[in-house]
């Protein structure tokens, strides 16, 4: 979940440049690095949940609460994931400052 904090960081510092998307390659590829391995952080956790209640074991996890909090809690990570790119996309659509959501 920290990858979470650190794209919010990142698109946050892309758009108080005011300069775009394309101006900083290397914050845009970090930013794409980090977008794909939490998407796999979030497969892995389904895939983990799943294995664990086809085995009936429980400790991985300590308990069946928490095998049924980890798939709702992991659906957090691709919402998280949408809002920080569909932010910096807006950003994009500003012709003239880039600046989307920032306030005046």
């Given amino acids: 979940f920290e990858g979470a ?3 919010v960081l990142q698109s946050s510092a892309l758009i108080a ?14 930013m794409v ?4 391995l ?9 895939k983990a949940t ?3 209640e086809e085995w009936g074991e429980v400790s991985t ?3 069946k609460s928490a095998i049924a909090l980890a798939r709702p809690v992991s659906l ?5 994931l949408l809002a920080v790119w569909m932010r910096l996309v807006m950003s994009e659509t500003c012709s003239d400052s880039k600046l ?5």
């Fill in 33 to 36: 690095v980090t977008s794909v």
């Fill in 61 to 63: 996890f300590g308990s």
């Fill in 5 to 7: 904090f650190q794209l």
């Fill in 38 to 46: 939490m998407a796999k952080k979030v497969v892995d956790i389904w």
């Fill in 50 to 52: 799943r294995q664990a």
């Fill in 76 to 80: 957090i990570l691709p919402c998280c």
């Fill in 17 to 30: 440049q005011g300069t775009g998307l394309l101006s900083q390659p290397e914050l845009l590829l970090s």
């Fill in 100 to 104: 989307f959501d920032v306030g005046s």
